[in-house]
């Protein structure tokens, strides 16, 4: 039995946290003493183990969860947009000076379309509203699902990007 | 008005972890996720308070987030200090041309169950603004895809965040702050239900898909101008499909996006905070879809809608009553 | 991180938020427990930025984790954590985090459980020096306890976690009798 099982300058000693006067002390009875020896493999070796536990996966998206619980103090990168605009599309377009048709409606009229569309290089067309698609999609979702997380994304600045 | 999912009938191909008793005021042939999310329906409807959530989205250049101001009051919600007003199911957003009706339809649409296509388990969840919370994590081939924190008082959702393929965050509403929860009573005062507001159909247009997709089921049609709505769910997912008249006049769509070719079509493709829009032209008319399920996801809807001037390849006709969609 | 400045939050979580969440899974065990100390740490760090003196920052961190785990085992001891009667939790086996080295995956699993089975008192100042890698010192400030009785914990946690990882298999008892 080592008198130094319940040593705690075992540990000490392995983490270097003896003294240089301390620390000689020390080895002096290790290399005198096989069991201490013996107890000092065995506390380096859970020491060991711990020190060489890989890092723990963080789960998925965890650094975003913890930036999304911001307070309401924040002051970062607030744009001051309140009143969202509906339709963007009229900003962002090219003028063009293509003729336009009135858009048909009702399945006989698209068949008669279909056919136009044959014969006349010149089609039909639309004019994309694509900011009423995506708020309308968006209000939709929300009257099926939870009305809050659903709708506040409403209040955001809406974008066109790649 | 409690709007009650069913389970979608004839493929259940999720599974539910539930260890313990279910939870309160399940019923029979809901399961506790749905139940979940039913709950914090009626609850947002039901009381009263005010707070302010954070709304995160994912851009090309990284997130971007926004407090916004949310006030419960009268049975209905003001979002953005009044800008965004929502009363049973119906919504209005103001912009510079006054109000816009965003949605009329005050019935609930039947969406499938979130087991029909997801893994869900639910247990403890963080603290959120200062309140203890339930949580609902929606999986499926061993990815998260969407997480619910639901107040463990009443019922709300506190917390939603929702994942990409690649397991980063893509979107994401946390309140920060809220205040003292209420009964509510009375009856919120709301915009007019406008003239070009989208009108709900009741059947969907004879060449509607039922289906389109891995599981995204029909459930719901509008008029909205000039083009027709179709809305479609998988339970987690929403993916609206606007079809109309006429091929698309590329100079007004809106700049930046992308053209990606599918099937030999090429589809202008934009990300913006309220989902991927997706729009092309085929056979003289042109489509454009909305939806926040996954670039994946998107091309399985893409595939079944078909895209080529071959027309329809799985048109599945509507043949039952006006009332069921199934 | 260099030193020299006080961080954002955000910066906190983007740069630390690996070492918050390694010390507050190895003190927990488990995930979701893990998670939420992490937001409860980063709740503390935020209001905490305000009067940080620029140094160690680790150091800092490791202490916030370090109070927040012990204010929710003493909430726990005073409350025990009960089902409400009409409200029965639906209990779902906490997640074990996934180790970064797939080989040694049942190795970590059974280390980590065999910290987890450390009373708090041990756990503590094990995850703190050879977790966190915090001095002595720092741990004495962290834990508002003389050096002493840190070397001392530090000493018998780690006899204890060797006798868990003995009955668990994962090192053969020998050594000293």
Same mark, same amino acid.
């Given at each position: 039995m080592s008198e130094l099982e319940h040593d705690d300058v075992v540990s000490a000693y392995l983490d270097g946290e003896l003294t240089p006067v301390e620390r000689a002390a020390f080895e002096a009875r290790l290399a005198a003493d096989a069991d201490a020896r013996a107890e000092l493999d065995d506390v380096a070796e859970v020491r060991t183990l711990v020190r060489g536990l890989p890092l723990p996966s963080m789960p998925a998206g965890f650094v975003d969860e913890l930036l999304a619980t911001g307070t309401a103090d924040d002051a970062a990168a607030?744009?001051?947009?309140?009143a969202p605009v509906l339709d963007l599309g009229t900003a962002q377009t090219r003028r063009s000076g293509r003729a336009r048709f009135a858009a048909y409606a009702g399945a006989a009229a698209a068949a008669v379309a279909l056919v136009v569309a044959v014969a006349m290089p010149a089609q039909t067309s639309a004019k994309p509203a694509l900011a009423t698609d995506v708020r309308v999609h968006q209000a939709g979702a929300a009257a099926s699902g939870d009305p809050v997380s659903g709708l506040a994304p409403l209040a955001t600045p809406l974008r066109f990007g790649r | 008005m409690r709007r009650v999912r069913t389970l979608a009938? $004839? @493929? $259940?191909m999720g599974s539910v972890v539930v260890v313990a008793a279910g939870l309160p005021s399940q019923a029979a042939d809901t399961s506790p996720a749905d139940t979940l999310l039913d709950r914090a329906r009626a609850a947002v409807a039901t009381h009263e308070f005010a707070g302010t959530v954070r709304v995160g989205w994912r851009t090309a250049s990284g997130m971007e987030w926004k407090n916004v101001p949310v006030r419960a009051v009268d049975g209905g919600l003001r979002l953005a200090g009044g800008d965004l007003v929502e009363d049973d199911g119906r919504a209005w957003l103001r912009g510079r041309a006054g109000w816009a009706t965003l949605w009329s339809d005050t019935r609930a649409p039947e969406a499938p169950s979130v087991t029909a296509k997801y893994h869900v388990r639910i247990g403890k969840g963080p603290h959120v603004a200062d309140r203890p919370t339930r949580a609902l994590t929606i999986e499926r081939g061993g990815h998260v895809v969407e997480r619910y924190a639901f107040d463990r008082a009443e019922g709300f959702v506190l917390r939603r965040v929702r994942y990409g393929d690649d397991g980063r965050v893509t979107a994401s509403m946390s309140f920060v702050q809220l205040g003292e929860v209420l009964d509510a009573r009375g009856s919120l005062q709301t915009p007019r239900v406008g003239g070009s507001a989208p009108q709900p159909m009741d059947r969907p247009p004879?060449? $509607?898909?039922r289906r389109v997709g891995a599981g995204f089921v029909l459930v719901g049609a509008q008029r909205v101008g000039e083009e027709t709505q179709l809305q479609y769910s998988d339970g987690v997912f929403t993916a609206s499909v606007f079809t109309r008249d006429g091929v698309i006049d590329r100079d007004a769509l809106p700049t930046g996006g992308a053209d990606v070719k599918f099937d030999g079509v090429t589809v202008r493709r934009y990300r913006t905070a309220g989902g991927t829009v997706l729009t092309w032209e085929s056979r003289g008319r042109t489509y454009t879809c909305v939806t926040d399920a996954s670039d994946t996801e998107q091309r399985a809807i893409l595939a079944s809608l078909g895209s080529d001037?071959?027309? @329809?390849?799985?048109a599945v006709r509507f043949v039952t009553s006006p009332f069921s969609w199934f | 991180m260099t030193s020299d400045r006080v961080p954002t939050w955000e910066e906190v979580a983007r740069d630390h938020g690996q070492f918050l969440y390694s010390v507050a899974y190895r003190l927990t065990g488990n995930v979701d427990d893990a998670r939420d100390l992490v937001q409860e740490a980063l709740l503390r760090v935020r209001r905490g930025l305000a009067t940080y003196e620029p140094g160690s920052l680790e150091g800092w961190l490791a202490r916030i984790v370090t109070n927040v785990f012990l204010d929710d085992m003493r909430r726990k001891k005073r409350r025990p954590v009960q089902a409400l009667p009409d409200e029965p939790d639906l209990v779902v086996p906490p997640a074990v985090a996934a180790d970064v080295a797939a080989d040694r995956a049942g190795l970590s699993t059974e280390i980590q459980a065999a910290i987890a089975a450390l009373p708090e008192e041990f756990r503590v100042p094990v995850v703190l020096c050879d977790v966190a890698d915090q001095s002595y010192e720092d741990i004495a400030r962290i834990l508002d306890v003389p050096i002493g009785t840190v070397r001392s914990r530090l000493h018998r946690g780690r006899k204890l976690l060797r006798g868990e990882l003995v009955a668990r298999g994962v090192v053969t008892a020998g050594g000293v009798t």
């Open positions: 607030e744009t001051g947009d309140v | 009938c $004839a @493929w $259940a004879s060449d $509607a898909h001037d071959d027309g @329809w390849t799985e | -």
